[in-house]
């Protein structure tokens, strides 16, 4: 089956430090990768949409400027936190969508929790 | 817009019992509907999927949901329980537009009680 696998698992940085999240597709292509964030016991709120070679869309309320995406090949995008702060601290997840198109399924990471000090 | 409710924040159920999760859905056209499990600390799962065709869906570990267009409802059951069920389970549409993200609703925290 399609695997997506997120790096680093966990990590803790210091507040106003740079924290990068990767996000692979292990055993497909993907043109569409979806970042997400999750508080404590909520849900999953979509921060971005990600496409390989151009822009990401950013959802309403999300800072572009902190949260940079980068999605440079099929099988890789980025999340980069840029001077974290302790209220930055969540769940991030993130999905791609298979580029041979099975529908709208997407497959999801195991998320890397963040936690700023 | 589409949006996604499930009214139930958490649930519980005996070892063996059977379950159903609620998920109701506003969408205009024929949506695309999703279920996922999540456990601690973990990232999501795909249990089933509606697209289109029959409207009772069979997804893994035994888990079927049943899309009700008149009801706008898609929910999640499982004829018996167990206890390795216990999880966070999320009912989600997706977007309409060609990126088709997905919009979750808020979850269902599932107890199992031995």
């Known amino acids: 089956g399609a695997v997506v696998s997120q790096h680093p698992s966990w990590v803790i940085c210091k507040s106003g430090t740079s924290v990068k999240i990767e996000c692979r597709s292990l055993d497909f292509q993907a043109t569409t990768m979806f970042w997400y964030r999750q508080f404590p016991k909520q849900s999953l709120m979509l921060m971005a949409t990600?496409?390989?070679?151009?822009?990401?869309?950013?959802e309403q309320g999300v800072e572009k400027d902190k949260f940079l995406i980068n999605h440079a090949s099929l099988t890789l995008s980025t999340l980069t936190v840029t001077s974290a702060h302790p209220e930055d601290s969540s769940f991030y997840i993130c999905?791609?969508?298979?580029?041979?198109?099975?529908?709208?399924?997407?497959?999801f990471g195991q998320g890397t929790r963040l936690t700023v000090v | 817009a589409q949006s996604v409710t499930q009214p139930d924040i958490h649930i519980t159920v005996s070892e063996g019992a059977s379950l159903e999760l609620r998920c109701n859905y506003s969408?205009?056209?024929?949506?695309?509907l999703f279920w996922y499990v999540q456990s601690p600390g973990q990232g999501l799962q795909l249990l089933l999927k509606y697209f289109s065709g029959d409207t009772l869906v069979q997804g893994i570990k035994g888990f079927e949901a049943e899309f009700k267009r008149s009801q706008s409802s898609f929910n999640l059951r499982k004829p018996s329980v167990h206890w390795s069920d216990a999880a966070e389970y999320f009912c989600a549409v997706a977007a309409g537009d060609s990126s088709y993200k997905l919009i979750f609703g808020s979850g269902t925290r599932l107890l199992v009680r031995p």
């Open positions: 999905s791609a969508r298979d580029k041979t198109g099975r529908g709208a399924e997407a497959f």
């Open positions: 969408y205009g056209a024929t949506p695309y």
């Open positions: 990600s496409n390989e070679g151009s822009k990401a869309t950013y």
